[in-house]
């Protein structure tokens, strides 16, 4: 490729970056070298919180900060490593006295809020198992959620409760236990629990539950082409992954001041918004309050963040906000930026190396993959629009498929084929719950597909080319568009829906819906407005059609699949491809 490269000349801000030589990191490293960065639990076996509190509290850096909480209207609230660990088990020993076991599903659905960060500790602490839930997401999405994990107990607000489950707490047979962060003042309902007076009357010492490696500790829902969301299943040894992909990956230092823009609702906001910071025992910042480019750049400035972990929605969006903003002397202590989630636009990595006098770091991973797997490093050249090269110890490649379900390798430089990574890493899902066909469909041999296309180029740097399927990516959130056709077709007036991403120059992608009437009903703007205004009732605004358009019929195959591809394609004016199997079309 002929994009100019951004050289990396010694250490930024005098601090020797983890991964010094790239070639030599990746001949040299281990899995087993990097678990032993790691403690253990003192009778063998593992558990991610005991890696990310206890540990550091035995080992005398209990002290030490380890959440700075920053409020929406100005609050801050600290917590130390000793105060952090306090807290979780205090809420291990809610779950224990309220019957949660071991394995046990624990959901939250909360904004960025200290008590999600405990609730996610405490959880792992007690054995069970966390699956954090988006506070964006409308009543569906969360239903399925729930359901599909057979979650027990929840984590919520009182006004996410009254909006999003009250109404539908029956339908989720499951849920046994209900915790209200702010339940305290609020009326009293039977079924809910108070989580602060719990928390008051809970000890602070907890033991620990004797998790192994291979114990079940996150659950983190996706979404595929068809079918309903899945949730991939992760164990409690992703933790060396998120650990030494922290360190590797992110550059992260214990006297990093560490902030993750992620939601936790999402994968990235638990394994480097949670896990990966606490393990590598940095100080990290959690903001509440949605994005704002006046705000953000207040924070990096005044909280001294050394470490940056953002998305190329944000970064684009902070683009647009114009240079201006960005003071003399507001960028000095940052030493390391990075961006995951979605393509990363090489304007926006020469923009940052312009304007913030450092570059962004792309890396490219996804739910199944539990953490970093490809990643442009620290002290490593950068070549703009590239999302760099494998992580030590992980083994990329790309594939062809063949139609008898083998795959070929494909060695040449920038030629087109399917992401794949050798199984093995310590974060790897191990199955979609209760959906071991769908798993199996994921891995040829050795390989795990990835549903990612990308091209390779004689360096080993990783060039992404787009996804393999129809899932839609809009502001880094990946939104399966079966979800979206299944709650458009609620809709009375709608006989039958397909979605398709439509490119957006903020968001990546936006979801665009076309719909067919019942016989019935006739188009017009206040049906439009009716249907749109229902999904969002339904999914949510991060979830629902930005746009929907009306059409007679949708092109089906003669299987009666309906043809994304087709529609997607005269959408935005490029070959239709192959239609041989098309049946209808009135389009
Ligand atoms: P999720 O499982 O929600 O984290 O989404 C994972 C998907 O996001 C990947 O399979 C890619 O399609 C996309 N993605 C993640 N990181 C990148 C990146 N750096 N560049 C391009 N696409 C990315």
Redesign the pocket.
């Known amino acids: 490729m002929d994009e100019p490269i951004i050289r990396k000349s010694g250490a930024a801000a005098g601090v020797q970056p983890n991964l010094t030589d790239y070639e030599k990191a990746c001949a040299e490293f281990s899995w087993e070298a990097a678990r032993a960065e790691l403690d253990g639990l003192p009778d063998g076996g593992l558990n991610i919180a005991y890696e990310a509190l206890d540990r550091h509290v035995a080992n005398g850096r209990g002290g030490k900060l380890a959440l700075r909480w920053l409020g929406k209207k100005g609050e801050v609230r600290d917590f130390t490593y000793a105060e952090l660990n306090a807290a979780a088990n205090r809420f291990a020993n809610v779950l224990a006295k309220t019957g949660i076991e071991k394995g046990d599903r624990v959901y939250t659905l909360a904004g960025r809020v200290p008590e999600l960060y405990i609730a996610a500790l405490g959880a792992l602490k007690r054995g069970a198992v966390f699956s954090p839930l988006f506070s964006v997401f409308g009543p569906e999405p969360i239903r399925t959620r729930i359901n599909r994990g057979e979650g027990r107990a929840l984590v919520t607000t009182e006004r996410l409760y009254k909006k999003k489950i009250a109404p539908w707490r029956s339908e989720i047979p499951s849920l046994d236990h209900v915790f209200l962060i702010d339940g305290r003042e609020a009326d009293k309902h039977e079924e809910v629990i108070d989580l602060q007076g719990e928390m008051d009357a809970a000890s602070e010492q907890f033991e620990i539950a004797q998790t192994g490696p291979e114990d079940m500790a996150l659950l983190?829902f996706?979404?595929g082409t068809t079918g309903r969301p899945k949730g991939a299943i992760h164990v409690h040894e992703a933790v060396v992954a998120h650990h030494i992909t922290g360190k590797y990956a992110l550059d992260l230092h214990k006297d990093d001041v560490y902030w993750c823009t992620a939601d936790p609702g999402?994968?990235?906001g638990t394994s480097y918004g949670i896990i990966s910071p606490l393990t590598n025992g940095v100080t990290m910042i959690v903001d509440e309050a949605d994005f704002d480019a006046e705000r953000w750049y207040s924070i990096l400035r005044d909280q001294n963040v050394t470490v940056w972990y953002t998305a190329?929605t944000a970064i684009r969006m902070l683009m647009r906000a114009g240079a201006d903003m960005i003071e003399p002397g507001r960028f000095d202590k940052v030493r390391f930026m990075a961006?995951?989630?979605?393509?990363?636009n090489p304007e926006a990595v020469v923009w940052s190396n312009e304007k913030l006098g450092r570059p962004f770091h792309?890396?490219?991973?996804?739910?199944?993959t539990g953490g970093i797997m490809?990643a442009n490093f620290a002290s490593e050249d950068i070549k703009p629009g590239s999302?760099g090269r494998p992580l030590p110890g992980v083994e990329a490649g790309l594939v062809q498929r063949g139609d008898d379900g083998s795959v070929r390798e494909v060695a040449e430089p920038m030629k087109e084929g399917e992401l794949a990574l050798k199984s093995g890493w310590p974060s790897m899902f191990r199955g979609y719950l209760h959906e071991e066909e769908r798993y199996r469909k994921n891995f040829a041999g050795e390989w795990y597909l990835?549903?990612?296309l990308a091209m390779r180029d004689k360096d080993g740097y990783f060039w992404?080319v787009g996804?393999a399927d129809d899932?839609i990516?809009s502001a880094?959130?990946?939104i399966g568009p079966f979800e979206v056709e299944s709650a458009l077709v609620e809709h009375p007036a709608v006989s039958e829906a397909a979605v398709i991403g439509v490119p957006d120059p903020v968001a990546g992608e936006t979801v665009k819906a076309f719909v067919a009437l019942n016989p019935d009903y006739e188009e017009s703007d206040a049906l439009l407005k009716d249907i749109l205004g229902h999904a969002r009732k339904r999914l949510g605004p991060a979830v629902a059609p930005k746009e929907i358009v009306f059409r007679k019929s949708l092109p089906r195959t003669r299987s009666g699949k309906i043809m994304r591809r087709l529609l997607k394609a005269r959408e935005l004016g490029l070959p239709e491809g192959d239609i041989s199997t098309l049946e209808s079309d009135e389009t």
């Open positions: 983190h996706t979404s999402w994968v990235t190329p961006s995951v989630g979605e393509p990363l792309d890396n490219w991973w996804q739910t199944e490809i999302m990835t549903g990612d992404f996804r899932v990516k880094g959130h990946l």
